[in-house]
């Protein structure tokens, strides 16, 4: 069993640290929380053992939520921490899992010389065996990764456009924007999505650009792939419904929006409408020789939970293939067609 500590415990904490618990060779020791809100409150009514900044616990107490002990004690007990901290945050809590000898797996928000390696499992696995530090991309850069890396199987990429078109916030987020406009990502051409690719597949050419957009639901992307030569429409469909963790939206379904994409996700009964999947609309896929034009779906809380658990395994020598199919069975992820 592995012992895993989970620091951070929003939106991708939270996920990460339940996705732990599903694990037949795992154990979560507990969560690392800050303030006693809402999450705590749900954490603690799911059995789940809550550690505390020291100077924390008296409010953690006077909430009526019980404290197992302090964030230190909670990085003794583990193996591996997944520290899903704020940007930034990450990295001000590397020395003290240095200074316990403790594996640590960070997320994109970090940035990337926090580890020893940037990871997707779908492209770079193999390079995370072994490692003591590793980051897992963000969710657009965890989207980007495992489809380029997919559709390399049907010809030799030469290069990679995209349009990021980014949700404003996350669902819980009250205090973000913008409401009612569409906004240039500041440093947006090339975007730093492009550069984060680069940590992995590191002679990519690639140069992407973003709009943030009023929304909470999903991400968007809008990708052009230039092969070395020709491609047929029929093997890129085939190569996408024939790999899990990328799932299509069929032309039969008239899904063509995030809306009911996420409808359709309630409808299927996935737990928090997750979609640990990358979403492709089949309508969208288009071959003009040796181009290629697609878009896809992002959900931004939820996918990139299972690279979290692979890059677990990874550290502990644990082979891909068997990684990624216990994580893909304990998590209900699959491959086809969603809808
Ligand atoms: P979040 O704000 O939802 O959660 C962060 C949690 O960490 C909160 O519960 C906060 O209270 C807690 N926290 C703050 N300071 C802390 C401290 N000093 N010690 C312990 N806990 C502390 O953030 P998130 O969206 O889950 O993002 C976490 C990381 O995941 C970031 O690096 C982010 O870039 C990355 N990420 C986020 C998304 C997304 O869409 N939300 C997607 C992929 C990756």
Do not use: W
């Not at 200074?99 to 995370?128: H, I, M, T, W």
């Not at 980007?144 to 078109?165: D, F, H, M, N, Q």
């Amino acid at each position: 069993m592995i012992r895993v500590a989970v620091n951070g415990y929003g939106t991708i904490g939270k996920r990460v640290a339940e996705a732990v618990m599903l694990q037949p060779d795992m154990q979560l020791i507990g969560v690392g929380k800050t303030s006693p809100n809402a999450e705590a409150i749900v954490a603690q009514r799911k059995g789940i053992r809550i550690f505390a900044p020291e100077d924390s616990v008296k409010k953690f107490e006077e909430s009526g939520i019980r404290v197992e002990g302090s964030i230190q004690d909670m990085v003794k007990l583990a193996d591996v921490v997944v520290d899903a901290t704020p940007n930034g945050v990450g990295a001000e809590y590397k020395p003290l899992y240095e200074s316990q000898g403790k594996r640590a797996v960070f997320q994109g928000g970090e940035k990337p010389n926090v580890a020893e390696v940037s990871f997707s499992s779908l492209c770079n696995y193999d390079e995370g065996i072994g490692r003591k530090y590793i980051r897992v991309v963000s969710c657009n850069t965890t989207a980007l990764l495992r489809t380029i890396c997919t559709l390399s199987k049907v010809g030799k990429v030469e290069k990679v456009r995209a349009t990021i078109i980014r949700r404003a916030a996350d669902p819980k987020e009250i205090k973000r924007g913008p409401i009612n406009s569409l906004v240039l990502d500041p440093a947006s051409v090339p975007s730093h999505h492009a550069k984060d690719v680069n940590t992995v597949l590191k002679d990519l050419n690639i140069i992407t650009t973003a709009v943030i957009a009023p929304t909470t639901l999903m991400h968007v992307h809008s990708l052009n792939v230039t092969f070395k030569e020709k491609v047929s429409k029929e093997d890129v469909i085939n190569v996408l419904l024939n790999t899990p963790r990328l799932v299509m939206v069929s032309s039969k379904s008239k899904v063509s929006s995030t809306a009911e994409v996420i409808e359709t996700a309630r409808d299927l009964g996935r737990a928090r409408n997750d979609i640990k999947e990358v979403v492709v609309f089949e309508d969208s896929v288009y071959v003009n020789g040796n181009e290629l034009i697609l878009t896809y779906a992002v959900h931004q809380e939820s996918i990139v939970v299972p690279e979290n658990v692979d890059a677990i395994r990874a550290m502990h020598g644990i082979p891909a293939e068997e990684s990624i199919s216990t994580t893909n069975k304990t998590l209900g992820i699959i491959g086809g067609y969603l809808i």
